[in-house]
């Protein structure tokens, strides 16, 4: 099996060279408008979660998205608050957006899209134009193109070709030839490229800066300088081009059950000593759930859990409320497809922490700001379904009807 391969520098001797070099840079402008989206966070992210898509947070064979769903339940009840979510994908901007059509994807923080070429921040995904021109470095993708006129090399579709990223087919066989080549053909041209072949078919040719874990070290780099280095990291992928990640320093690693066997690979040769990765049991997502499990790194009871509300209460004795709403969401899914027993005991001990939440809320307004929330929730909560099987429970009008 054919490893990622790189060409010149180590990766490790290569971050330090890539901090050297644009370290000048980020003590001139590490406020940008674009990386500004970060201020939503006080201080440091409690933990950041940088994922690849396909395979990895996205399980393709799970036609429900029932891992992802899961996760997300997870992520939004316990981390959106105070932590990060990055997607480090190959997928283009354009192909990102038609599978966020597709899939129940969450809104990440940061967006790491084209192996590692293009970085966006926030819902709007601002892009870190600084990271752009620090890659325009011995680049040239009209070279790239014009060189490329092997037999066994097939251009990807157009929605793949990026301005840092020049993308092939080929298959196994021809795979180390063609790097070779084209590695030798580039440097003469006087290019300084890095090559990665990925997925058993995925060749891909960039800029020698480029890369998953140089884009993430760069990030990292700029929450550093902001004050906000991230508690913890963890990175998460499937294939060749997710090796980068796990070479960043001091970062924590899960291989999803279903890596290729490519990345496994590269595990066994580079990494498998290493206590910070591990390579989980689970597929997709749940891999990542497993993961945060495993390293201690916070809750890992997802609210979606069939018996979640028990155990999430076991697991986090400190109640929040965005909590609390992503359970009531979660059993109501369930409720409508009548898969919850006793749904009405789970439903009221949900309520019931709502609304004293919003009564200890309403006893610390001054001007009454809150007055009359309370006694609002139980008419929400009290739903009828149209045309269907219903159900319907009367939650009670106050805090001290559910004492």
Same mark, same amino acid.
């Given at each position: ?5 790189? +060409? ?30 970060m ?5 440091p ?8 898509l396909?395979?990895?947070?996205v ?25 990060l ?19 129940p994807?969450?809104?990440?923080? *940061? ?5 590692g070429?293009?970085?966006a ?5 601002? @892009? ?5 021109? +620090? ?8 070279i ?6 092997? @037999? ?34 580039l ?12 997925? =058993? ?11 998953? =874990? ?20 963890? /990175?998460?992928?499937?294939?060749g081009n997710?090796?980068d990640?796990?070479? /960043? @320093? ?13 990345? *496994? ?22 891999g990542?759930?497993?993961?945060? !499990?495993?390293f =201690?790194l916070?809750?890992?009871?997802? @609210? ?21 709403? /992503? ?6 899914e ?23 939440? *919003? ?6 307004s001054?001007?009454?700001?809150? !007055? =009359? ?19 319907? *429970?009367h939650?009670?009008?106050?805090a001290?009807?559910?004492?």
């Open positions: 099996m054919l490893p990622v391969l790189f +060409f010149s520098l180590s990766l490790s001797s290569y971050l330090l060279l890539c901090f050297k070099q644009f370290s000048s840079t980020l003590l001139h402008d590490t406020r940008s408008v674009a990386f500004r989206s201020d939503r966070l006080s201080g992210a409690r933990i950041m979660v940088v994922s690849d396909d395979r990895t947070m399980d393709h064979d799970d036609p429900e998205n029932l891992s992802l769903l899961r996760f997300n339940a997870l992520w939004e009840a316990h981390y959106r608050h105070d932590s979510l990055v997607f480090s994908s190959g997928r283009s901007f354009v192909d990102y957006k038609k599978l966020r059509e597709e899939k994807l969450l809104t990440p923080d *940061i967006t790491i899209m084209s192996v070429t293009e970085i921040y926030g819902e709007d995904m601002l @892009p870190d134009d600084d990271w752009e021109h +620090f890659l325009n470095q011995k680049w040239d993708r009209n790239v193109e014009e060189v490329s006129n092997l @037999p066994y090399l097939q251009f990807q579709s157009e929605t793949a070709q990026r301005p840092y990223k020049v993308s092939f087919k080929v298959e196994k066989e021809h795979a180390q030839e063609a790097i070779t080549t084209l590695s030798t053909t440097e003469k041209r006087g290019l300084d490229v890095k090559i990665v072949y990925s997925s =058993g078919v995925d060749l891909d040719v960039l800029p020698r800066g480029a890369g998953k =874990g140089q884009a993430l070290a760069y990030v990292l780099k700029k929450l550093s300088s902001d004050g906000k280095t991230p508690l913890g990291v963890l /990175v998460c992928g499937d294939s997710d090796a990640l796990f070479s /960043v @320093p001091d970062v924590y690693g899960v291989l999803v059950s279903n890596a290729l066997e490519e990345l *496994i690979e590269w595990h066994e040769k580079n990494a498998k000593e290493n206590p910070k990765i591990i390579h989980a049991t689970e597929r997709c997502a749940d990542i759930v497993q993961a945060i !499990r495993h =201690g916070g809750i890992s009871t997802s @609210p979606r859990s069939v018996v979640a509300y028990a155990e999430g209460n076991k697991e986090n004795e400190n109640f929040t409320p965005a909590c609390e709403v /992503v359970k009531f969401y979660s059993m109501y369930r409720w409508c497809r009548a898969d919850v027993g006793d749904s009405e005991r789970h439903i009221l001990d949900i309520t019931r922490n709502l609304v004293c939440y *919003i009564a200890q809320m309403e006893s610390l001054t001007h009454g700001v809150l !007055r =009359g929330q309370a006694s609002m929730l139980h008419r929400d909560c009290t739903t009828t379904i149209q045309g269907r099987r219903t159900r319907v *429970i939650l009670g009008s106050s001290s009807d559910m004492a």
